[in-house]
């Protein structure tokens, strides 16, 4: 027998094996080509820039994975680090994720073990791409499952592939998992993928090995990120709406249940998470959902021996009665404090203007501020607009599954306008989405079975009987004709669409997030690739030129930093645990010399970092980001500082000559501007971020007199300062600075007197 | 390593009980001494024409140096003869004076003459070291762009443990020296002993008067070098050998201080941009340049603990490294380097018996080093034969180690320590014999693919293994509905 042939009626037959084996060989290739393209995507920044951690918290998670790689699993629990927020130090190993860490330490002892000693940052930078490619396979198994029970939709393949490569690629994802940005969520989505997944197809089949499974990622996925508590909130959302459906069946009971006790009590042993699973109040709708589940199963007992008039009367009492017993336990809770209080990250999901006025230091940063609508279509390009299409599908399917998918949907679109960052989250269910509404119109319009039929019976008539009804095949293949234009028409626009897609994501990609944030590169004039390098520069100088113990203060965006490069103490930094320490840094920065060398002095400072873009345009300066460490500390010491006073009467911020003397004198702008006019000789000094130009005379008076520059970078991006030594004489630095300053003003007057007589001897 | 202190403690008995103060059997006829300032460090070349003034024909020589800069002394090289073509290399002993007796700040090398010389006749020995540590800045900080002035102390008369009766000093590196007024010893006035300049080095005499035996007049010398002083505390240098690629993979790791002046402010960048110091000499290192070698070089690379520098230059066969910042005195700089070369400049084959032949140093072209370790890591498999190094090292150890794909019994590195080099000594190289056969290279990748094999069967084993709770019913079902 051979592999095709051609039977009776004229088909060709193809063997079955043959068939499966080429359906496996191109879903093989599919998925190669979906993996080689998202690793691909993401090594922009890597053939860019080099091999380098990006930003600032991967500097972080990479010292903790040098230290756990370093030390024993049990001395990285127990870390205390007294390297930074000194004096206070951090129990770091109680205070993260470890999940990351421990994947990249395990994939480093794997490749030790198979003789191949990969550097440790290599493994680091490249362990987001390597992540993402397997997010893009769980992505094709969640749309698999998803549309499974679908009636609507035909080819399930198509559509699953589709979403896998979708987020293979769509930026919304590729801005936290390029090559380089070692950050919880380079694993976390993975991780989040897959619980998804496990969970769907434990719903589905009602297994609980399944639901183990779905217990054990969400394990890993709490050890790794703090967003789980997104799974841990719509997992719960999922089954109760299924329970008002009426959709209640041992299925979801089995599954339910076997995940929540199982995924509650293995995420009990993470150390940063302890015992919030059963007191924080993030994580009360799982615990009611849990209950709720129990009082059905119970209800339905009933249901089953009593009669409906009896079961009625019991049901609405106990139902009452239990939401009393509910609710006033919550609330007693709440207050003695049994239950902790909702966090202010949980409030600012709900009003976004809630942190801007509690607490600035969450609002300080860029990517927890609300969305703007363009960056959806940024992330997402033309899957935005598919993506309610999907979900239109799903409430036509109706499914457990696609209830799931419509669930994740309101909550992942509220949530990514809310935060920029939480855009994150709501991709994967866009290109869920997308991928249906694409499936759908690729099953109908990519169909040209019909179309081929009416062809080849007409062509075969024509070619037989001539005579009879000509007219009327002909009116059929004008119909085809017209049916196959307008398929091919929107089948066309939706390739152009995907073409456009693809080359939308490269774009952002390489323009918009494979910028390691720690180089800069701009232009020579001749066009070619400048690296800026100052940061690396500046905190080089310090690892190597100062002494082990020196602790410098920084803003506390610069902490991570410090610690990963500088290798130094630190004051404040990411893990922003210790408002009050901030608070205290930032004082420091925004008072003036006198107030500032206090504080210094009480908190043992050696060094001050600050960055400065005035000289080359570099906008993320330290005086751009001075209002925050303005509220920040107005916020503790209301009476020290206020922020108002850092605006000119016309309400401007601004730094020349017209600047408010308490801007003038506060330490971050002497810091600043310190010497700054020398760098322009006698004209005028340009501030190129703030396009203010100050008058030379007045740029050339900005003295400093407690501190000392100790190391400008460069282009000026960084300024390292030291603390001057108390003087021996017990006087005050600052009257010292004063007293020199008036000598020389006199010297230079004698000097110029002395030059007139001189000039006359020689006439 | 417990060996080695061993045979030191026996050295030193030995040479305490055989302590002695060299007896006057000779006389330094004529004694040209040079100091060369010209480099970071100090070289000395003494030429001495001696005549024997025994009864006796003798053998020996006693060369004296002050003991306390015997740590710091780099190289030390005796001959006979007063230039290296007409010479013999002489046998240098050195002789450790036990502490408490009479002359203890002197030590001595004990040259042992080609043959015994007559008496009344006369020898030419020539003795030439490197001293390192003895340029330092004085000032100790200045302002930026100051000039830099160092001080180097000597000694203006010769410290020889015999009568000398003619003598030269000269200085070259540093004409426009001055000399410190020091306090002098009895007999001699700081007028005593007036330098002239001639064509750009320092001259002291000749004196004709005799110059006794153990005569000490110290000397210190203030000259200006605007250049930085560069010192390695501690270079690592491994040579990775690979057959299978025919490469020669080089990575350097170095430690690196300015040991010229420092400055005694803060570093401020807006006087380093408009004092245009890049234009002149200065003491502070500002690019650093490393001699490529001359065969074909590739994957050249520079990095630091922070990453990648971008900012480096390849000049013909130079390398032009531009550290993140100027290197003032007293700053400090790690980095990396590293280069490949074809394996074939580098070893020469005889069958399965390959001779290495690398350099003791490449880099810097005018430095000190304080810690060398050179390691060399020959492929798995390979069995050393012979290492060969042009002088002494401090410690040799052979060491199996485990990288790249090493499954088995881990490659073979040879690590050698070295002391106090200085880039001079960069023409030196070392020998390494190895066998190495085309069993041992076949190994590699036969063991790998045998794991790799055996991994790929336990797999296909593994998915063998039915670990289903049902009853494998509906695989039969199955079966049966793609038969129909």
């Known amino acids: ?92 190993g109680g205070t993260l994720y470890p999940g990351l860490m421990v994947t990249s330490s395990i994939i480093f002892r794997i490749f030790e073990f198979i003789g191949m000693p990969i550097d440790i940052r290599n493994i680091c930078v490249l362990l987001a791409p390597a992540f993402s490619s397997l997010t893009s396979l769980a992505m094709y198994l969640l749309t698999l499952e998803i549309t499974s029970s679908s009636k609507n939709l035909k080819n399930k393949k198509t559509a699953a592939l589709l979403s896998a490569i979708f987020m293979g690629i769509t930026p919304g994802y590729i801005s936290r998992s390029v090559a380089g940005s070692y950050d919880n969520e380079a694993i976390a989505i993975t991780l989040l993928m897959v619980t998804f997944y496990l969970w769907v197809k434990s719903i589905h089949l009602g297994s609980i090995f399944y639901a183990c499974l779905t217990s054990i990622f969400y394990f890993y996925m709490v050890s790794a990120w703090g967003g789980y508590v997104f799974i841990t909130n719509i997992i719960p959302l999922h089954v109760f709406i299924l329970l008002l459906m009426g959709r209640f069946d041992y299925k979801i009971y089995t599954s339910y249940t076997t995940w929540y006790s199982l995924g509650t009590l293995m995420s009990m042993q993470i150390p940063f998470v302890g015992f919030l699973p ?111 299409v999907g979900v239109y599908f799903c409430f036509q399917d109706l499914t457990n599954e696609s209830v799931f998918i419509i669930v994740y949907s309101v909550l992942g679109s509220y949530f990514a306008g809310v935060m920029v960052r939480l855009m994150l989250t709501l991709a994967p269910v866009v290109c ?41 095949d002909d009116e059929d293949v004008k119909d085809s004709i017209f049916t196959l234009l307008s398929k091919l028409t929107v089948v066309l626009t939706f390739i152009y669409y995907l073409y456009f897609y693809v080359q939308h994501c490269t774009w952002v990609t390489s323009n918009a997030y494979s910028s390691p944030s720690v180089v800069l590169a701009s232009k020579n004039p001749d066009g070619s690739q400048l690296l800026i390098d100052d940061y690396r520069e500046a905190y080089y100088w310090l690892r190597m030129n100062t002494k082990e113990d020196a602790k410098i203060m920084a803003w506390w965006d610069y902490g991570y930093q410090i610690g990963g490069m500088a290798d130094r103490t630190t004051f404040v930094d990411n893990n922003t645990w210790n408002n009050t320490h901030i608070a205290t840094v930032g004082k420091a920065m925004s008072v003036n010399e006198n107030k500032s060398e206090i504080i210094m002095r009480q908190l043992g400072v050696d060094y001050v970092l600050v960055i400065f873009g005035g000289l080359i345009g570099y906008s993320g300066d330290d005086i751009n980001k001075f209002l925050w460490m303005v509220r920040i500390s107005e916020g503790i010491w209301p009476e020290d500082v206020n922020e108002r006073s850092y605006f000119t009467d016309k309400g401007e911020y601004r730094i020349d000559d017209m600047a408010t003397s308490t801007m003038k004198e506060s330490l971050m702008y002497k810091m600043s501007y310190y010497k700054f006019a020398d760098a322009y000789g006698t004209s005028d000094p340009i501030d190129r971020v703030r396009q203010q130009r100050m008058s030379s005379k007045y740029a050339h008076s900005i003295t400093l007199d407690t501190l000392e520059e100790a190391f400008t970078s460069e282009n000026w991006i960084v300024r390292i300062y030291k603390l001057k030594d108390l003087d021996n004489f017990g006087r005050d630095l600052i009257s010292i600075g004063e007293n020199e300053r008036k000598n020389l003003s006199k010297r230079n007057k004698r000097m110029i007197s002395r030059k007139k007589p001189n000039l006359d001897l020689r006439v | 390593m417990r060996s080695v202190s061993i045979y030191c403690i026996l050295a030193y008995l030995l040479v305490a009980v055989s302590a002695l103060t060299p007896e006057k059997v000779w006389e330094n006829v004529r004694y040209d001494r040079t100091l060369d300032l ?73 040259l042992q003459l080609p043959y015994p010389i007559a008496p009344k006749s006369q020898i030419t020995l020539t003795a030439s070291y490197i001293t390192t540590k003895q340029l330092s800045p004085l000032p100790k900080k200045a302002d930026m762009g100051a000039e830099q002035t160092l001080i180097v102390q000597t000694h203006k008369l010769p410290l020889s443990c015999y009568d000398t009766s003619s003598y030269v000093l000269r200085v070259a590196g540093a004409d426009s020296a001055q000399e410190l007024p020091l306090e002098v010893p009895q007999g001699f006035t700081s007028q005593d002993l007036k330098p002239t300049v001639k064509d750009s080095t320092l001259l002291y005499g000749p004196y004709s008067s005799v110059i006794e035996s153990y005569t000490k007049l110290p000397m210190a010398l203030l000259y200006s070098k605007q250049l930085p002083l560069p010192v390695v505390h501690s270079l690592k240098r491994d040579f990775w050998v690979s057959h299978w690629s025919s490469a020669l993979q080089l990575e350097e790791y170095y430690e690196l201080t300015n040991a010229a002046v420092a400055l005694n402010k803060g570093f401020s960048r807006v006087d380093w941009m408009s004092g245009r110091y890049h234009m002149r000499q200065n003491p502070v290192l500002t690019n650093i340049p490393i001699r490529l070698p001359e065969v074909e070089t590739s994957e050249i690379y520079f990095t630091d603990k922070v990453g990648n520098v971008s900012t480096s230059l390849i000049l013909d ?46 880099g810097l072209t005018d430095a000190t080093y304080e810690n060398v370790s050179l390691s060399i890591r020959l492929p798995e498999g390979s069995k050393i034969i012979d290492v060969q190094v042009p002088f002494d090292h401090n410690g040799m150890t052979i060491e199996q180690d485990f990288s790249y794909l090493d499954l088995t019994t881990g490659h073979t ?15 030196l190289e070392v020998l ?53």
């Open chain 1, 278 to 388: 059963i007191r924080s109040n993030d994580h009360m709708a799982s615990f009611g959902v849990f209950g709720l589940l129990q009082l059905v199963l119970f209800a339905n007992y009933l249901k089953d021996t009593l009669n409906p008039l009896k079961f009625k009367k019991i049901m609405l009492a106990f139902s009452l009665l239990i939401t009393i017993i509910g609710l006033s336990s919550l609330i007693l809770a709440t207050k003695f404090g049994l239950i902790a209080p909702w966090t202010g990250r949980f409030y600012s999901l709900w009003d976004t203007n809630y942190a801007k006025i509690h607490i600035p230091i969450i609002a300080s940063v860029s990517e927890h501020q609300p969305t703007p609508w363009s960056s959806f279509f940024f992330d997402l390009n033309f899957m935005i607009w598919l993506f309610p």
């Open chain 1, 1 to 92: 027998m051979s592999i095709v042939n051609v039977d009776s009626e004229g088909y060709l037959r193809v063997d079955s094996t043959l068939l499966r084996l080429i359906k496996l060989l191109l879903i093989t290739s599919i998925f190669i080509s979906i993996s080689f393209a998202a690793i691909s995507s993401r090594l922009f920044s890597v053939i860019r820039f080099e091999s380098i951690i990006h930003e600032f918290d991967p500097w972080f998670n990479f010292r903790a994975t040098k230290y756990l790689v370093n030390n024993s699993f049990y001395e990285f629990l127990n870390w205390f680090d007294d390297k930074t927020w000194y004096p206070l130090g951090r129990v770091t």
């Open chain 2, 317 to 362: 066969k130079e390398l032009i490294l531009k550290p993140r910042y100027p290197i003032f005195g007293d700053w400090n700089y790690n980095f990396t380097i590293g280069w490949t070369n074809k394996l074939a400049d580098f070893v020469k084959s005889s069958d399965d018996v390959h001779i290495l032949k690398v350099p003791l140093l490449d």
């Open chain 2, 413 to 427: 590195k040879v690590t050698l320590e070295f002391n106090n080099l200085v880039d001079e000594m960069k023409g």
């Open chain 1, 432 to 472: 869920v989405c997308a991928s249906i509404s694409l499936g759908r119109l690729f099953d109908i319009y990519l169909d040209f079975k019909d179309t081929l039929k009416i062809w080849y019976e007409s062509e075969s008539e024509t070619a037989t009987k001539e005579t009879k009804e000509v007219d009327d």
């Open chain 2, 432 to 484: 390494v014999k190895y066998e190495y056969g085309t069993f041992d290279m076949l190994k590699k990748p036969l063991s790998t693919a045998g794991y790799v094999f055996v991994a790929l069967i336990a797999l296909y084993a593994l998915r063998k293994v039915d670990i289903a709770i049902q009853p494998p019913k509906a695989v039969e079902s199955n079966v049966l509905s793609n038969k129909k």
């Open chain 2, 38 to 110: 010209q480099k970071s460090y100090a070289k000395e070349r003494h030429v001495i024409t001696a005549k024997n003034i025994a009864a006796v024909p003798i053998s020996e020589y006693y060369f004296s140096i002050p003991a306390q800069s015997l740590k710091d002394i780099s190289l030390f090289i005796a001959f006979s003869g007063s230039s290296k073509d007409d010479s013999s290399l002489l046998q240098a002993d050195e002789i450790v004076v036990p502490q408490g007796e009479s002359d203890s700040d002197l030590t001595y090398y004990k």
